[in-house]
């Protein structure tokens, strides 16, 4: 695969769109070798099994390299550097696509791109589709019954006033309304981000994810 000119890209967003994977080609116009850099190593296993099964169907050769976790932008680099790159990687959504567009192959004309039934599943940039979800991830509160009980609130919080209000309760009856560990710092990042999505109607999720991307949420000093 030296000298390829486009890669297939898969992508994934911090807070809503995980990221995206594409099938190569047609099995029965396979040829060559499929080389995959998996974002996940959690889920390394199960792409090793996958990429057996493929080769015994197809004659095609696919390896997968899992990057360590925390390390897959280094490693995406180191890879892209070399003659052998990969043929399917993963981007940080609209955020990392800003990155890497240079090495996608738009997918706008192939067949696995007509099988998405939205394109809120596409990671597209004006016409082009650079990408496809294969996983969506989520991300929630988790509230405490006794401690809403003892403050008086009776119904969850359905949007911003409401839970600003029932924070104020928490507080009136000597609760501390959130807690995070913060080991990983990143998952502040999404919660946060689901919070400016829900404040403000007015800024779109792109512009969201430009914001939110590399900003420390609190002081490094």
Not at 41 to 68: M, S
Not at 75 to 94: C, I, R, W, Y
Request: hydrophobic share 40%.
């Amino acid at each position: 695969m030296k000298n390829m000119k486009k890669y297939f890209a898969a992508a994934m967003s911090a807070a809503m769109v995980a990221g995206l994977a594409v099938v190569p080609t047609q099995a029965e116009e396979a040829k060559g070798s499929v080389y995959y850099l998996n974002f996940k190593p959690e889920q390394a296993t199960q792409w090793e099994d996958l990429a057996k099964i493929y080769t015994e169907q197809t004659g095609v050769e696919v390896n997968v390299l899992t990057a360590a976790s925390g390390t897959y932008e280094s490693t995406l680099k180191s890879e892209m550097a070399k003659d052998e790159v990969p043929t399917l990687f993963q981007v940080n959504g609209p955020v990392g696509l800003a990155t890497w567009k240079d090495y996608c192959l738009d997918l706008k004309d192939s067949d696995v791109y007509s099988h998405l039934k939205s394109d809120d599943f596409a990671l597209k940039d004006g016409d082009s589709v650079y990408g496809l979800a294969y996983v969506i991830e989520t991300y929630g509160l988790i509230y405490n019954k006794d401690c809403f009980e003892k403050a008086g609130i009776d119904k969850l919080p359905t949007n911003m006033d409401e839970l600003e209000e029932a924070c104020k309760k928490l507080k009136d009856a000597g609760i501390t309304p959130f807690a995070l560990a913060a080991k990983e710092t990143w998952v502040l990042g999404q919660v946060a981000t689901h919070f400016m999505i829900s404040y403000s109607s007015s800024v779109s999720l792109p512009s969201l994810f430009r914001m939110c991307s590399g900003i420390p949420i609190f002081p490094t000093s």
